[in-house]
């Protein structure tokens, strides 16, 4: 856009900034020309106006570009929890927003610290709360870093533990999860 299409650029940025309330809004092609973007529709390549090589090869560019954001958005794959391959962040790409000069992505960070009870415990219930049961042939082991008293820990029971972010069970470890969206 033009420096003469100020006030056109103010509407859009409006109506991006204080009229969708919902900063995950997905806006599709109708909508984005509604708001004033300059959208053209691959519909609108016919082969009157287009020589039909340049369709066909409009067709293999999106196509190819479909299969790009599959890839990298793993859209085939079901999600479930798993630990980082290194270090305790993984990262799931959730969006892409790109143009001829620009590209940037919408990351979900995920934050996986190991609780440090011994393998073998699990999550369990206790009147309602989650809680941690160590079975008692691991009450000899050394004890992790709960900040309960030795005393509370005791052998085969359910332990009552705040955690400060959702807890998730992975081989035979207790995690905490915390997450964030982040735009790169």
Avoid: C
């Avoid at 300059?38 to 390549?45: L, S, T």
């Avoid at 709360?129 to 052998?155: E, N």
């Amino acid at each position: 856009m033009q420096i003469h299409e100020k006030p056109k650029i103010d509407k859009i940025i409006e109506i991006l900034v204080e009229k969708l309330y919902f900063h995950l809004h997905h806006i599709n092609r109708k909508e984005a020309k509604d708001i004033g973007l300059k959208i053209k529709y691959a519909e609108e390549f016919t082969s009157g106006s287009v020589a039909t090589k340049d369709l066909e090869n409009l067709e293999h560019l999106i196509w190819d570009l479909y299969l790009d954001y599959e890839r990298d958005l793993l859209i085939h794959q079901s999600y479930r929890d798993e630990l980082p391959t290194t270090g305790d962040i993984r990262e799931i790409p959730l969006k892409f927003i790109e143009s001829t000069v620009r590209s940037s992505q919408n990351i979900l960070e995920q934050r996986w610290t190991d609780m440090g009870f011994p393998e073998g415990t699990y999550l369990s219930n206790i009147n309602g709360a989650l809680g941690v049961f160590i079975p008692p042939h691991l009450m000899s082991a050394p004890q992790p870093s709960t900040g309960l008293p030795q005393s509370t820990l005791i052998g085969g029971q359910v332990v009552a533990i705040q955690f400060q972010a959702p807890v998730v069970y992975i081989n035979e470890r207790i995690y905490e999860k915390r997450e964030a969206t982040i735009w790169r």
